[in-house]
């Protein structure tokens, strides 16, 4: 599944003892973008340095009445470094500062992702990002009261408890109070209609839950009451899981920018898919889950980011369990088919992982992480899974936390020594091929002689065993620790085949007959080919603009030719064009099931040997054009038929399981 929503957490570098406090009176105009501030602070050093965004400037600096001299040095990477020495005996200081914002722009790269953002205001919206430099930070973690000024039909919000609220013909103010330590302040205002739903908490005060949609989300029969209702579910969800909601409220707020973050206490959606019915099914739950899981307990950077994998586990993914067993399969093919297509010099260990920067990335730290929780569950099992889960939320909620301490919480759950399950999967690149590479039933016919065989160096490892009977079949798990294991089995009866892991329950190296090609191979491909079909100056555009908005890395321009060997290949033509160089470099032809429907066809090719190829064939250059925008959300799939910009038919080449026959 593509998701939108690229999670940004927050770094935390600094050690939580130094929380200090910060008091910001702001006022904006979006529309004139026009901000001015007051900053009453405690900085942690006599020194105080903080960063401005250099269309912000310090107006005046004073401390117990006293006027100081702030200094400011040159602007580098959009802000410059202020400087204020504060003298003997004052703790708190003044700071005045005031500038115009720029202008609220997308700032995505050529594949949609959100480029650091700097403070930017507009009537349509306004985005004063944590990492933006809009506020004088007195150390990398601190507590903040926030009184926010805008006009009247605008709307702000911030993280945090709303302590103060007020609304008239001068304008609209709010209060918002983080008394945890935070590493940053994100501030958002728009021409918001708010509602809002309160929630009886047993623990006394009730959760403030809201939305700020557009009008025209607002105007969505259902849609605010649906997501408010969601929120609730999420939130009841989880508390039973794992321990409290730890803030006072959720808010779910629409922004202008087409990407999505997820911040303590509200997630920021970009307007144009609040509407899809995915991102309230999933998105929404992973965003309230990370006030858990990020926002709640930290992640400690240094040590590697286990949040989003935990978060995906039970989010995403317990989802898909809920729906269907066949829809949890599917994910476990999908995170193992992704991590099949990153290539082999990318493999990078999952204790590295950070953020989402790249396709490569997000299979281990998504993927790979979300595995190892299934597979933890498997071993230890639900109980002492969910026990682990919530003493890991009660000992570190609102302190930073890796993978040891994450191991540690399961260790003493189940009473199992977790060390090797970590430290494999965390440090090791990669993961093990695994096959089964003999099956022999002993000579009283009821003991299977099972031969397991891993890539060196071998992993420790639970691994399922289908045995299928003539009339059915069960599955046994197989503990392998060598790179050759051989086992015995008894079993009822002689079965007539054995199949390794055919639920995927196991992070491993797919074979290539269960790994149908898929687009993302080609989209997250080192570095990948082009070809074009045909002379057209039309189709060569429309074929380099659909190329640029597909790969992440742009791809080399190669004649027809070159489809022999080599690196992924795509082929982009019409379909008279596409037909002829298919034929005259011998590859198989239009697929049947394709040929002749929608106005654009989308194909891998399932092959044993030669450059993975892909084809894009259109009736026309328009109908090339018309791909630009959709055809990067099908990485998924294998095939996919468009009419015009709309996918009307797609899916997966089908790829079954190897059933090793049993020798008698
Ligand atoms: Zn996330």
């Not at 935390?12 to 026009?34: F, G, H, K, N, S």
């Not at 401390?63 to 602007?75: D, E, V, W």
Request: aromatic share 8%; with cysteine; proline share 7%.
């Amino acid at each position: 599944m593509t998701r939108v929503l690229a999670c940004l957490l927050l770094a935390l570098y600094a050690t939580l003892a130094q929380a200090a406090q910060l008091d910001l009176q702001v006022e904006l105009d979006p529309a004139a973008r026009r901000f001015k501030a007051v900053a009453d602070v405690a900085p942690a050093t006599k020194d105080f340095r903080f960063l401005l965004h250099e269309d912000l400037a310090v107006t005046s600096a004073s401390a117990g009445g006293k006027a100081l001299r702030p200094t400011a040095g040159a602007s580098r990477g959009g802000a410059r470094e202020w400087r204020i020495a504060l003298p003997a005996g004052v703790e708190r200081v003044r700071i005045d500062y005031a500038g115009a914002l720029p202008a609220l722009d997308r700032h995505l790269d050529h594949r949609g992702v959100l480029r650091a953002l700097p403070p930017m205001a507009s009537a349509e919206g306004s985005f004063l990002p944590a990492g933006g430099a809009w506020y004088p930070a007195p150390t990398a973690l601190f507590s903040y009261r926030l009184d926010v000024t805008v006009p009247a039909g605008q709307r702000a919000v911030a993280p945090g408890t709303l302590t103060a609220e007020s609304a008239d013909a001068g304008g609209y103010r709010a209060r918002f109070e983080f008394d945890q330590p935070a590493d940053g302040i994100d501030l958002m205002a728009g021409p918001w209609v708010v509602r809002e739903k309160m929630v009886p908490r047993a623990s006394g005060e009730a959760l403030r839950l809201r939305t700020y949609f557009t009008r025209e989300l607002d105007a969505v029969p259902g849609l605010a009451d649906g997501y408010l209702d969601d929120t609730q579910r999420y939130l009841e969800r989880y508390a039973g899981q794992i321990g409290a909601y730890p803030f006072a409220g959720f808010s779910v707020v629409a922004s202008p920018l087409p990407t999505g973050f997820g911040m303590p206490t509200l997630t920021y959606l970009g307007a144009d898919v609040i509407r899809l019915p995915f991102i309230r099914a999933t998105s929404l739950g992973h965003e309230v889950l990370h006030n858990w899981w990020g926002n709640g307990v930290y992640v400690d950077y240094a040590k590697g980011n286990w949040s989003e994998g935990l978060t995906t586990f039970m989010a995403d993914y317990a989802y898909k369990e809920q729906a269907s067993a066949e829809a949890a399969r599917e994910m476990r093919l999908g995170w193992l088919r992704d991590f099949a297509a990153v290539s082999a010099g990318d493999h990078t260990p999952l204790a590295g992982f950070r953020s989402r920067t790249h396709g490569a990335a997000a299979a281990v730290g998504y993927g790979k992480s979300a595995m190892l929780f299934v597979m933890l569950r498997d071993m230890i099992g639900d109980e002492a899974f969910g026990k682990g889960i919530r003493s890991f939320w009660e000992k570190h909620r609102f302190t930073r936390a890796g993978w040891s301490e994450l191991r540690a919480a399961f260790e003493e759950a189940s009473g199992k020594r977790l060390g090797e399950f970590f430290d494999q999967w965390l440090n090791r690149a990669g993961g093990p091929s695994l096959a089964i590479a003999g099956a022999r039933m002993g000579a009283s016919g009821k003991r299977l002689q099972l031969t397991i065989e891993q890539s060196a160096p071998a992993y420790a490892m639970r691994v399922p065993v289908e045995i299928v009977y003539q009339d059915g079949s069960e599955t046994r798990w197989i503990d392998v620790t060598r790179a050759r294991e051989q086992v015995d089995v008894d079993l009822p009866a002689t079965p007539a085949g054995v199949r390794l892991d055919p639920e995927l329950r196991v992070w491993r190296m797919l074979d290539r007959d269960q790994l149908p090609p898929i687009l993302r191979q080609w989209t997250i491909a080192r570095s990948p080919r082009l070809a074009i079909a045909g002379d057209a100056q039309d189709v060569h555009e429309a074929a380099g603009a659909l190329a640029q908005r597909l790969f992440e890395t742009p791809p080399r321009t190669v004649p027809l030719d070159a489809v022999s060997g080599g690196t992924p290949l795509m082929l982009i033509g019409l379909h008279a064009d596409v037909d002829t160089a298919l034929a005259r470099n011998g590859l198989p032809p239009r697929p049947p099931s394709l040929s002749g429907k929608g106005t654009a066809q989308v194909w891998t090719v399932p092959r044993n040997e030669g450059a993975p190829l892909a084809v894009v064939s259109a009736e026309h250059a328009g109908a090339l054009r018309a791909l630009l925008r959709p055809l990067p959300h099908y990485g998924a799939q294998s095939w996919i038929i468009f009419d015009g910009s709309r996918a009307i038919e797609r899916g997966v080449w089908p790829a079954p399981g190897k059933l090793v026959k049993v020798a008698l």
